[in-house]
């Protein structure tokens, strides 16, 4: 039998909020039926499987009463989709996009159309999960392979990761990677003044919490030898925030001597003409790969690159990919050194970094391939000589260019008055940055013409002269760089052939596509992630992600040309507040560990203001996810861990008793809800209430906030302050990795101490420092969890997260006969997610990576594996799928568990078995050779709707422990390949 | 060896045609270079290969200097990517998008977003070829299929094909059809006068050739018995133009009495609520699939649909897919009754159909998919509750409704006049059509509001009356059906499972990709088809066919209204005459055979003018494409075959022999250029002359015209008319089988005839009728043609003919040691394309087909097979294939050679081996069981980068013959599969 549909019919009545079809206006474009996956034939059914005669039964079995929310969700009735996309389009050309030549990290680019439709606007890219299964993921994992080469190469640095948040943060990881490299003890780090400010007020905002002090100085002039007991490190910025491209080799060499470390932030584009930082001396290099293809976006996302020397490889923050071997020695990729990054070393932590910006650096990677070193430098040299035509042009019009003779793409120009020129270049629809009263930035990118270089000559003519011949002005420009000699670039980069094949669109429309045709993601099938849920990622959602009125603005835009953004967001909020119960709201973090990051900062700042700067003790169940500990680590806390009882909920007697020994300096419990077991713990008022009597603040780590909405809030639980993954909750896809946001809502008494921006104004009135480069972080993704939020309604939400939790429940119950479940409550309920345990066959040779990888066979990405507790495997199915797809995972688990019970009976063998030798790739599956003490049909085929539709692992399973002993983070050369 | 990166590092040095980079400003987004696949260095390898110094040595080698074009075109130079949509976007905003309610077959509707993005913005669907290598295209058999499903389901007739080009064509095929069935005896077509008047006035002018007589009347009046002699077919609309729903049953019988078929042009969207068609006895029924999820786009391109009895189904126009099964007898979908439609009957043919609407078919079965039979019902009963409230409002004003009682979502009303209701309509933005100067139609569609049906109302209120209250009309509102209870459908519709199955957005998304990962497309590799031009179809010519202020404009909108359009189209008009040489240009048909036919009838037509209407003899070479001399017979010519010498050339003699012979009578010559064998032969300026001579116009069929471009013209040559494939030439994607567009060029003297139209004015001052329902055809597909000739610039243009040739060369040369190549030059030179020859091999057993089901196994598409010469394969590589990409279709070819000689040399089984065993599928290759006399690896991966890289075909080799003799056209029901 094959080709089967095997659904039944089932008639279209979905879960139905709006009102009834007769009533003749409805539109009928409703989207919570469509998001929701089961429809009412579908929930009945599931209902019965999970013994509720009604979805409130099964509500009241799952969630302590206690804490259900008196009142219905005020956010207004879901918005049917072509409606919503009219209404949004109408808020966004509220948006002025002007000519931006305001630089400071930040430049626009040329987006090749191919790139943006293939990978951005692509599905089977977007809805892809970090690339944690690496027999499914081999394109994405190839594509970070791609980044990291690219960014060694330009850096001129040999290990690279796979992205970071931003250039701000990025900054603050190199200063405590110097840190870190002087094992703490140097607490001096140095900042030249000429520094992008966002990025020195980042790395302030880091700097607190671990003592480090940092002098922001004037670099060349800096005494480095009489700080060498306390220096750690020092950053520069290339070419400088004023646009001048210094020469920082001897001034490294001192700074060695004084035994610092150098972190420089630079920028690619710069690097194809300028000599690379790591040939200089510098020890880090750091940045935004922004204008490498990726829109402006009103700040992001965009990845930051970090690149280091080899001897701080294992300090790197954030994932790295590398080069291993499958188990038939074939070259595969995967995640290296996971152990670093996953059980981040807690209470030492500096870094928290976990969701980043794998999409973008895909982009990035892919504009790289795309143009290929000649046309990377072609770019470069073209906006470089255009910056020199408009630098000639500015003297020819007796105005001094500050930084002749030494600027790349920006320059600055010394006027009488600042915001006159500003004000005149407004008129052309032009936006120019004010350095000083007397000095103006104008910064370059690969997007001006020259009509562009003309208008800006204008806006720098004096009153009444004659205008300056641009063409003149080219035909004169010399042929040379208008930087130091010896700061020429004279390296090669991008030789890899990756770089150097796919210039064609066709060619390179194939090879996005071939990687895409390795990768499983949402288009495929459910992705059960536990923790992390993975939803609908609805179409009508990111269709605006990509218009130009949201995607070509600078984040430092006039405020008043951002009028649509702010209508937007300021809705946002406000839905966010509703649904937290909370009064104040931060768009600010960008991914949920700075969420966590934030608020916790937020309370230091309250208790500061209290005066009480000593309470820094922060409990955190023993359960809780990684990042908590290493958030409370880099807020400058000392870490309490606080035990679970057997069933996995917090231990309220170890609680009270933590927290009462600890109330002198008690600051903060974290707490996440569901707990990451996905139980809604009947204590947790109690545990909230505790906390505030020890006058500590409630964090709540709002991961699991699919399984509330609706039904409860944060703030009616007891919690002060909370983060939101948008990226889970609120439909932002992970992208394979990022990018993602995590905002925090608080309390009133918190809001004072919202994060704050050093150019655009966010935050309270005593805001602490900025918590990423950009004021609202990643801006441009927030019109997904705008749109979802709208589409939905309150009711729709509501409606949602029921459907989450039934889910959640009848899978459970379909599973409960064949595994133990770990943690459900005194009625046998689950939250949103749930524990199967794989612990019991260990012994017997079957662990959960053999059950993970098997999986596979049938087409399925793994749940969470071994997290939170070892060797268990934990199921999120989220609202979105169906009862056939859950009853396709369900059968799948329940075929594997057979094959388990082969194993445990012993009749077939322990290590030669269709689990231990899962995956089977389509290599192994048609190799003439077969020896496998089972059929090639059982490993490929172990049910039979997977004839019709299967993904397939594209290697085999991937030897973690190999790739790590020999390190690789770079594409291997094709003689490598060629040695298999 | 596996995931082998092949190519070595090659310098970014493309096709350069712009100025050099150097020049300061010179945009670096140039298109040219990304559009042609070989780069410099590719190009002079290539140029070695085939034995030429530059390029113009292999141009003299190839094109007769004779013919070359004395001058470069005069197109500008190639605008950047960037700058080009910036531009476009500019003239599309001069279209105005008022809400439309002018009806007349088509109508607004809510295009899914997930269909949007992943089928419409998707280039895996949209590069797709017509499905005749069926082991590669099972993803959208399946969805014509659907199509297919939803038409016989909607119309009640059992059989439905897989697309028309337009509603006015499609009932021109069922007046064909009834006349066929009638044995072309009965010459009388009746037509009530209530049919669009696009429709009636494309049957009248397909009717004139055949000497059917149209008679347009009050259809219920209408004496069918006085007719019984020449009554061949009526056709009916239902609901009519004016928007009544009669009750068609006892016409029918009375039409069935006098011996005529009905065809009744229909609206699916209607027939949700309408008793079908096939209920009341019609015989056909067709129409406009597009108010299913397709936008208005201006006229096209959407999909028309044709259903008819069991009797006719030999006699059905265009594709038809059906069900049959694969070597492993397992049910897979491919074309049926193939020998009707390749081989169209020539002389004898009524339909010269070969590109069809697929794309716009998925769509449409897409949109009934993701809606499901519930879903699409309640469209259609808010649609039509909302024109019951409008009728309500109308009358409470005092107006009447002429079709009170019997409407479905269109109202005629009565008014004073009709012209200042249409412009008080117009203050509001908003469009109304004019039935006659006191009547006024309104038709609603889906995505009509409450406040469209006020604003509605407010354009239907007397001056100074108070305003309808729309709550209390819809409150008022009857439940039941203003048409009589007896047309009420009571018959379900789209009952199988595929249409109750996806109707989350998540799970639509997943069939979609579902049916994509089984279809190979222009994202994998190469399609080498000859005659058919599968180059790039780049994104930036994609991308603004889905703006809106393309896509939301009605084909009959005000012309003042469309002024983006219009300046669009006449500048794509221009450049066509440059490159053609000729001196007007017709953009209404919509595919080349659309194309052929018009010019052929514009030919008659100025002979008639001429007094020379006794010319009816078109010259057609043996080896001209099957829809010439179809073409010809529907243009009612007398087709003469002229013979082709052993070199595959005209046969010089026998067409001066045939141009004398008829000289009298002669009409025309169809003549393909560079021939259809890929020749460019010398003799072809002197043919023209010869029909010249004789008072023959020379029809240019233009399907190869991408191997002419600013080389050579068709007017240079000699030619009066051609046409031009855009969806070959000028970068129309095929679309899986359409759309396309083949507007015609011609001189100066035939100008005046191009076609008209009866709604919008279109052609010369002596137009022929209209060839297409819409006056520009496919409107919204022609800003790809036109930025494609923008993008590339005369000489981008000419570079990428350049390019053309040599690839076919350079192929065929690498070739010639293996295969022996039909049909090259004295200096053994071919032109865009070339023929492999594989009859040699046939007596061995091994034919045409084995090789091209061979091919798949190498991940490749097919050539042409066995077309224009049975058992040989015509490849044309097209410019955006770089020689990687050749060489890897080379080798394979190679590889294949080898496997050959094996049995050439009996070293292997004639009847069981690796080519008449190909495709190997992935179920064939890791069966458990192995019984063939060669390796799965051999059979799997006989290339080693096939490891890395692969489409694997997901059928085995298609058996045709069994599916015609079982023929089945629509979903098999879920127990046929289980019978397997
Ligand atoms: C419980 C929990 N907290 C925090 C995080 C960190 O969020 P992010 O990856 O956005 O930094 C996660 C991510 O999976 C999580 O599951
Ligand atoms: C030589 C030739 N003429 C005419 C046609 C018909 O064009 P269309 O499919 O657009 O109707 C084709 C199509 O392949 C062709 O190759
Ligand atoms: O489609 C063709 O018939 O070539």
């Not at 309220?652 to 008690?666: G, I, S």
Request: aromatic share 6%.
């Amino acid at each position: 039998v094959a080709n089967v549909r095997l659904s039944a019919p089932k008639p279209f009545v979905r879960l139905q909020h709006t009102k009834p079809v007769h009533q003749v206006f409805a539109p009928l474009d409703t989207f919570a039926p469509r998001h929701i996956g089961p429809d009412s034939n579908e929930i009945q059914a599931m209902l019965k499987q999970v013994g509720a005669k009604d979805m409130e039964e099964m509500l009241s079995k799952t969630i302590p009463s206690s804490i259900r929310s008196p009142k219905p969700l005020a956010i207004k009735e879901g918005i049917p989709e072509r409606e919503l996309l009219g209404r949004l389009k109408a808020i966004a050309s509220k948006n002025k996009v002007h000519r931006s030549y305001l630089g400071q990290g930040y430049t626009d680019t040329v987006v090749p159309n191919v790139i943006l439709r293939n990978v951005m606007e692509n599905p089977a890219w977007y809805t892809q999960y970090t690339p944690y299964q690496p027999e499914i993921a081999q394109g994405r994992l190839e594509s970070l392979i791609n980044f990291q080469t690219m960014v060694t190469d330009m850096t001129g640095l040999p290990i690279a990761n796979a992205s970071l948040l931003d250039e701000g943060t990025a900054a603050a990881e190199a200063m405590l990677m110097t840190w870190q490299a002087a094992r703490r003890k140097k607490n001096l780090f140095v900042v030249d003044e000429n520094c992008h400010s966002q990025t020195i007020a980042c790395l302030k905002t880091r700097a607190e919490s671990f003592n480090i002090e940092v002098v922001t100085a004037d670099i060349f002039n800096y005494k480095f030898d009489e700080h060498k007991k306390d220096l750690c490190g020092v950053l520069l910025q290339y070419p400088n925030a004023c646009g001048t491209v210094e020469d920082y080799e001897a001034l490294t060499s001192s700074i060695h001597s004084a035994g610092g470390q150098v972190a420089v932030a630079t920028d690619l584009m710069a690097l194809a003409l300028l000599k690379s930082p790591g040939e200089f001396g510098a020890d880090i290099a750091l940045g935004n790969a922004q204008r490498f293809g990726v829109p402006l976006g009103f700040g992001g996302p965009h990845a930051a690159f970090f690149a280091c020397k080899d001897e701080h490889k294992r300090r790197m923050p954030g994932r790295l990919v590398g080069v291993s071997k499958d188990a038939n020695g074939k070259h595969a990729y995967r995640l290296a050194l996971q152990t670093r990054e996953q059980h981040i070393r807690r209470e030492k932590a500096t870094s928290n970094i976990c969701t980043a910006q794998a999409l973008l650096a895909n982009m990035s990677a892919m504009y790289a391939v795309y143009h290929g070193p000649a046309g990377i430098k072609a770019i470069a040299q073209r906006i470089h000589n255009m910056t020199a035509v408009l630098a000639a042009g500015i003297r020819e019009n007796g105005l001094v260019v500050e930084n002749d003779g030494a600027f790349f793409d920006t320059l600055s120009v010394k006027v009488d008055s600042s915001s006159s020129i500003l004000q005149k270049a407004l008129t052309k629809n032009i936006n120019l940055r004010a350095i000083n009263g007397q000095t103006v930035g104008v910064t370059l990118d690969e997007t001006v013409t020259q009509a562009d270089v003309a208008d800006l000559l204008e806006v720098f003519a004096q009153e009444g002269a004659p205008a300056v011949s641009i063409d003149t002005l080219a035909s004169a420009l010399p042929q040379v760089n208008s930087f130091p000699i010896q700061l020429q670039r004279t390296s090669a980069y991008l030789e890899h052939p990756i770089f150097n094949s796919h210039h064609s669109e066709t060619e390179m429309l194939r090879y996005i596509h071939h990687l895409q045709s390795k990768d499983l993601s949402l288009v495929h099938s459910m992705i059960p992630l536990g923790s992390c849920t993975m939803k609908l990622n609805a179409t009508t959602e990111m269709i605006p992600i990509t218009w130009a009125e949201f995607g070509n603005i600078h984040p430092f835009a006039p405020v008043d040309q951002t009028d649509g953004y702010r209508i937007m967001l300021q809705e946002l909020e406000k839905d966010l507040e509703e649904i937290t119960g909370f009064d104040g709201v931060s768009l600010q973090p960008n991914s949920g560990a700075q969420g966590e990051y934030a608020g916790l900062r937020v309370i230091r700042a309250y208790h500061d203001a209290r005066g009480d700067s000593h309470r820094n003790v922060c409990l955190i169940p023993i359960s809780a996810h990684g990042t908590n500990p290493a958030s409370a680590a880099m807020a400058g806390m000392d870490v309490v861990i606080v035990k679970c009882d057997e069933d996995g909920n917090l231990d309220m007697e170890d609680l009270k008793t933590k927290a009462e020994k600890y109330k002198d300096n008690l600051s903060a419990v974290m707490i996440t809800y569901p707990s990451t077991f996905g139980m809604f713990e009947r204590g947790v008022a109690e545990a909230c209430e505790v906390i505030h009597k020890y006058g500590g603040q409630v964090y709540m780590d709002g991961a699991n906030l699919n399984a509330q909405i609706g039904l409860t809030k944060p703030a009616e639980i007891g919690a002060d302050v909370c983060h939101m993954n948008l990226h889970k909750t609120f439909c932002i896809p992970h992208g394979g990795g990022g990018p993602g946001m995590g905002p925090i809502a608080c309390k009133s008494h918190l809001a004072p101490y919202l994060p704050g921006h050093p150019v655009i104004t966010t935050g309270g009135q005593n805001a602490i420092g900025p918590i990423s480069a950009a004021p609202f972080g990643s801006a441009s993704i927030l019109p997904i969890s705008w749109a979802y939020i709208k589409l939905m309604g309150g009711q729709g939400l509501t409606n949602s997260t029921k459907a989450a939790l039934l889910n959640a429940n009848y899978m459970a119950s379909r599973l409960a006969p064949h595994y133990e479940i770990l943690y459900t409550n005194e009625n046998g309920m689950c939250g949103h997610e749930f524990i199967v345990d794989i612990r019991p066959f260990v012994d017997h040779g079957v662990a959960a990576i053999d059950v993970a990888k098997r999986l596979q066979d049938f087409g399925f990405h793994s749940p969470t594996m071994s997290w939170p507790v070892t060797n268990t495997l934990m199921i999120e199915p989220t609202e979105s799928e169906s009862k056939v797809e859950l009853d396709r995972f369900c059968d799948a688990m329940i075929v594997i568990r057979k094959e388990i019970q082969a194993v445990l009976d012993g009749s077939v063998s322990k290590e030669n078995n269709v689990l231990v030798n899962a995956p089977h790739s389509l290599e192994t599956l048609m190799a003439d050779e077969w020896n496998k003490p089972y059929s090639r049909e059982s490993a490929a085929y172990p049910m039979p709707y997977l004839r019709e539709k299967k993904f397939w692992p594209s290697v085999s399973r991937v030897d973690d422990a190999y790739g790590d002993r020999n390190l690789m983070c770079t594409c291997p050369s094709p003689e490598e390949y060629m040695d298999q």
